[in-house]
Every structure is written in structure tokens, then in C-alpha cells.
């Protein structure tokens, strides 16, 4: 079990390190595309990552049912029982490719379709442009249009990359993961990453710098070689570790296919509460969906890649958690309790960070990219023009934004902590029709309430502020259904994961949440947002955030992260707060060597050369095992030696029943035959 501890500590430092890495491309990656193509075409894009997410999550609950099924025989080392999961896995990987090429060609053509006919359903009076128009003086006119069938061939490059990993190489991945080798996973995703967006950042740049226009779909024909790279990786690491895999057309686990469709199922709200804010606010958006969604992916950056960053932190404790389970049957409270003050420490820290410094991230490093691309914009009315305007304002710039969106980040990071806990239980098929049942509820309620403002405001031009309401009025809908969700998973694992749940320690976790929130709150509208204002004017563009000011809010979050994950534990819970403490790495080092000094002093007290005495240790250690060795080598012992040294020489002794003892055994057998052919 400490061992299964240990690795989930090194699996979570590996993936913050390799997400971190992985953050940094993607914000290369994201500038590279805003600046070559402009935001319309940015905001395609990811939208396009978005919709094969959530049309990938039948291959996503297929993954984390084959790893949480696997983890316990590959534990024990049965390898039939392992063998028997993995075939069943590869054959349902081979079946899902119909659904879902069929899924990504539908996606190819609709979706290129809503953008170009959508504008002419709701006015007549537009004319239907059959693509999205970039602007760029390197072409005859200054335009040019990218047409809804290279849309779709984006959209295809896109599925593809999910579906060639899922089919060929998916069950490889799973089996890493299930053997507790997530750090060997994250390695080579990082290598294939550098290599593969190294590729198309090259290829980017000479969009960017070349005399002549290069058209975005050639650039993206890179990711095709993106899923068989890594693949083919992770199959060599199977390969030469696990030779005992072998596939059986033959063998079907049932299990595995049954709870793949309650986990699918369950997924299925998952994925929407969690990943569909910028297909929910493109269709409520419609026209100028494009442009304000890109606007808000680039928030969305920073808030994803460090919500990525610190779920690694909770998702690598998963497996641990599953061994666990499997052992005890359940967690003790205080097992759980400890895991949930860590879950909050890691949820106001989010929050934290992106309250505070992710306006001054966003506003520097895309502020005058977007604000390029508003000025080039010729084709929008003056209110939507302005509208646009005051979105960008807000979206940038405004606290309150800041504060609305950490607190959806927080409570997804929260969501994923008792997700997993239920998920190490193998009952997560249980809530799934209450997930389900939030999930369409908060779907429905944010098309009509959204939809219903953006409509009234933008087609009566009551309002220029109804971009900003909308997304306004999305994410306080979103805080309210995430808010539901984690008090429902909250009261299932108080009721069906844990050993005798009780309120301790309850009020102690929840302060360690909402004072480090309550205290970025107050400081980041009362000083932050004061001393250092970010505006945004049509005239005069974004403000120039500086380095220094960037690393100024970074020591205020950092003195603030450190206050709630250091101290106000060692306040509230000082035990699990001074363990939290030791457990940092450079703590730990300076511990281990005072103890290991300390150690040496005792003996020197004593007048013992420890180092001679371990020296002499490890010297009769040695001989005794080559002695042992020498005699099972040299000693041979004949037959008839080794029956005269271990056959026994005693006469067995034989004991005969009486006849007394046998006549009372027969009674007793007769009336015992009696009784049960008479009961009564």
C-alpha cells in the first residue's frame, strides 16, 4: 500500500511538471493560430477540440472502466483474468469506429453548415457566406474565404486524431495507467507533443512570415501524425514489459461491457457540465458566436491548462484509491476526510490564481491580437461592433469575470474529487441518472435563459451589454447546477463510499475552502483591482502589462496559495497540516538528513563507530549468504543419506475401532437417517 502511495505521489509530481510543459505549447500553439488566421477561425478550432471531446467520451468510459478493472488482477498477477479484460477491451475498441466515424463525418458537415446558413435564418436580409472570411493583405482583396468543406475536412483532421488513438493504441494506454505508470504515459505524451506542435508552430510561423498566404488546413494535416506517434510508443513500452499480454478473440468479459455502458452513461452529464461551455454559448451566441467564443477560449487557456495541472494532482491518486477500495471494502472517514482537505486545498488554490493573475496573463499575452482583429472587422453593424467592444472589455479585464470563472474551475476540480472516489468504488454507474437528470436540466435551462436574452437585446438593440449578460447569466447558471452536482456526489459518498461517516472534521475542511476564497475575493476587489486597473479602449487598444507587474500579483497569489495550503491547515487540522508540511519535497530532504545526523550522534555518545559497525554488518551479511550459497552449490546428498536423515524411524501407530465404539456409531447414523426421513 505504500508502495501504491509512493507512485501516485511521483505520478502527480510527473504530470504537473509535463502538463506545465504542455501548457506552455499550448499557449504558443493558440497565439500562433490567433495571430496567422484571426479569432473566427481561432474560435472554430476549438470549438471543434470541444465537440470531439464530448463525442469521444463513449471511448473515454471505455478507458476507465478497462483501467479500473484491470488494476486488480494485474495487482495480483492473474494474468488470465487480465488477458480476458484487455481482449474484450481491444474488440470493443474495434467496434466503436463505426459510431464514431459515422459521429465525425456528421460533425464535418453540420457543423461548417450552422456557421454559414444560421445568419440567414434568423435575417433574411443577409446574404449566406459559405465559410468564415480572414482577413489577410497578402491575398487580392485583403479577404479570403476558407469554405464550409475545407471547414469540414478541419473537423475530420481533428476526429481522426481521437479515433486512430482509441482504436489501434487505446488499450495500451489503458494498461500503463492500470499499473500505476501514469508518469510513463505523461513522458511520452510531453515527447510527442514537442515534437508533433514543434512541427506545426514551424509551420505556423511561416504563415505568419511568408510572402505568401498558406492556407490553415496544411499546417493542421500535421496532427495526423500525432495519435500514431504516441501509439506506437506506448505499444513498444507494452510490448517490452509485458510479455505475458496476449489477445483472445475468443474471450469476453461481460462485466467489463456492462459497466462501460453505465460508466458511458454516466459520462455522458460529466462531459457535459464540464466540457460543453463553448458549444453551449456558439449556439445560444449564433452570429457573432464565432468571434466571442474565441475571446473566451483564450480565457478558457489559461483556466483549462491549470485545471489540467492541478487535476493531475488529484486524477493520480486514483488507482491508489483503488486498491485501496478493493482491500477494505470502503475508506475510513479519516482516510476520506484527509483526501478531502487536500481536494479543497487544491480548489482554492485554483481560485486563487485565477481570480487574480489570469486577466493580467490574457490581457498581455492576446489583448492586442484580438484587438487587431476587432479593428479589421469590417462587415459588423456599429452595435454589434460595439457589443463586441464591451464583451472583449469584460472578458479581459473585469474582476467580477475573473471571480465568476474561477469559481466554475473551483467546483470542477471539486466534481473530479469525488468523481474519482466513486469511480475506485466501481459504483459510479449508480449516480449516473442523477448526473444525468442535472446535466439535461442545466443543458435546457441555459439554451432557453441564454437564448431568450441574447435574442431579446440583440434583435430589439435594447442593450449592447446582451453579449455580456449572456455569458454573465451562463456561467451564474453553471455555478448553481455544479453546486447541486457536488452536494448530490458529496451525499453518496457520505452514505456508500466511506466507514462510519460523521460531521468531524467537516466544518475545519469547508473553512480551509471558503476563507483562502472569501480572502482573494476581498483582495482582488479591493486592491488589486484598484492598484493595477485593466481597461480596455477602442481608441487606444489594451493596456501593456508588464513583466514586472505579472510577477508582482504572482507573489500575492503565491504568499496567498501558501497561506491556505500551509498554514491555515496547520491552524485548522495541525496533524494532517505538519505530515503536509514534512511531505514537501525540500522538507522532507532536510528532515531525512537531521534524523540520519542525530542517528549518528546516539551512537557516537555510546562510543560506537557506526560506520565500522555497518561495515561489519554488511560483512557477516556476506559471508552468511555466501556460505548458504557455497553449501546448496557443493552439498549433494545421495539417496540413501537422505532417507536415513529425514525418513521417519518411528512406527506410525495404527488405532483399531471397538466394537462398542462401531455399535454406537451405527445408532446414531440410523436414528440421524430416521429424523430426516420423518421430521415431524
Known sequence: MKRGARQSVLSALVGVCTSIMASLIQFLMIYWILKAYGSAFTGFTRITIALTIVGGSAEGALGLTTVVMLVKPMAQEDWLQANEIISTATKKYHKNVLTASVLICLIAILYPLQIALFPKILDSSRSIVWGIEISDSRVPGGQILISVWELGGIVIIFGLMRLIASKYFGIYENIIIADQKNGVRKV????????????????????????????????????????????????????RYYPWIKFYADFTSYPLLRTTSKVWRAGLGQSLLINADLIILFLVLLTPGLTVTSMLSLYMLVGVNLRLILTSMITSFREYFIVLVNKDGRLQWDTYSKYELYTFIVAAFAFIFMSLIAPYIVTGLYGDLIYSDLLLDTGSSPFLKSAQWKVFDFIFTSPVFSIIY???????????????????????????????????????????????????????NIDEDFLKDTILSFYIIKILFMTMTYVYLWQYTWKYVTYNSTSKYIFSNLCSLLMPITAAILINLFFVSKKFPLTIDPSTGPPIVSIGLILGILLIVVVLGAASCLALPLFLRPSVGVSMVLSLPVIKQIVALRREKSRKE????????????????????????????????????????????????????????KGSVKRLINSSSKTKKKEEQDPE
Not at 193 to 216: E, K, M, S, W
Not at 621 to 633: G, M, P, T
Request: with cysteine.
Open 188 to 239: 511520452i505524451i510531453l515527447f510527442v507533443d514537442t515534437v508533433v506542435y514543434g512541427c506545426f508552430l514551424l509551420l505556423l510561423n511561416r504563415a505568419i512570415d511568408g510572402q505568401h498566404f498558406l492556407h490553415p488546413i496544411i499546417p493542421l494535416t500535421i496532427f495526423l501524425a500525432y495519435a500514431p506517434l504516441r501509439g506506437f510508443l506506448m505499444f513498444l513500452y507494452v510490448k
Open 406 to 460: 474561477a469559481t466554475s474551475v473551483s467546483f470542477i476540480l471539486l466534481f473530479q474529487g469525488q468523481t474519482i472516489l466513486i469511480q475506485a468504488k466501481g459504483r459510479f454507474g449508480e449516480v449516473a441518472k442523477g448526473v444525468n437528470i442535472i446535466a439535461l436540466v442545466y443543458f435546457l435551462t441555459e439554451i432557453v435563459i441564454c437564448l431568450t436574452v441574447n435574442l431579446v437585446m440583440q434583435l430589439e
Open 602 to 657: 546516539r551512537f557516537a555518545e555510546q562510543n560506537i563507530n557506526l560506520e565500522a559497525f555497518e561495515g561489519q554488518q554488511r560483512e557477516n551479511l556476506a559471508k552468511v549468504l555466501y556460505n548458504i550459497d557455497q553449501r546448496s552449490a557443493t552439498e549433494i546428498i545421495s539417496e540413501k543419506d537422505f532417507l536415513k536423515r529425514y525418513q521417519n524411524n518411528e512406527k506410525p501407530k495404527i488405532y483399531q475401532i
